[in-house]
């Protein structure tokens, strides 16, 4: 689901950046903040950030003592991607597995739909392994499949996991 969040964000400005100049400032303040924005990648609590909309508002800079670098209070608001449990979604698969397959959702790139969610589908390997029903469908790489998320397992941040 994608949802709509404000959020506050400090963005340090080096002291070379600085300028007499307004504009110019601002227009570093946005370039530190979309370019914090795009390292952060996701939080539990907020799923995968994936744009900034709109800034709301930029409070008066605080010179830091040790450096000289100026500190900026930022409101933003931006969209973000977050998988709830019982949401329906379609994915595209791009691996097939004996135990079942491994789909792409935006920007979530491993969901794994087991063989046991899929009772009429039987695996089917080779080359191009695929699931296969007596229907003659077939659940392959690059199709798209409609799943309903059953639970959420860990989210990879920074190196570690984390529970969501």
């Known amino acids: 689901m994608f949802l709509k969040v404000q959020l506050p964000w400090n963005v340090i400005i080096p002291a070379e950046c600085l300028d007499a100049e307004g504009l110019m400032l601002q227009r ?22 994936l744009a900034v909309t709109t800034s709301e508002n930029i409070g008066e800079g605080k010179v830091r003592q040790h450096s000289g670098d100026v500190l900026f209070a930022v409101v933003f608001s931006c969209v973000t991607f977050m998988l709830f449990r019982g949401e329906i979604l379609d994915g595209v698969v791009h691996k097939v597995l004996k135990h079942g397959v491994i789909l792409r959702c935006g920007p979530v790139e491993n969901i794994c739909l087991s063989c046991q969610k899929m009772p009429d589908y039987r695996y089917v390997p080779g080359e191009n392994p695929v699931f296969l029903n007596e229907k003659l469908s077939k659940i392959e790489k690059d199709v798209v499949v409609r799943f309903i998320v059953w639970g959420q397992s860990r989210l990879r941040l920074n190196g570690n996991f984390r529970h969501w």
């Open 28 to 49: 570093s303040i946005i370039i530190r903040l979309l370019d914090a924005f795009s390292n952060k990648k996701a939080t539990q609590e907020l799923g995968y950030f």
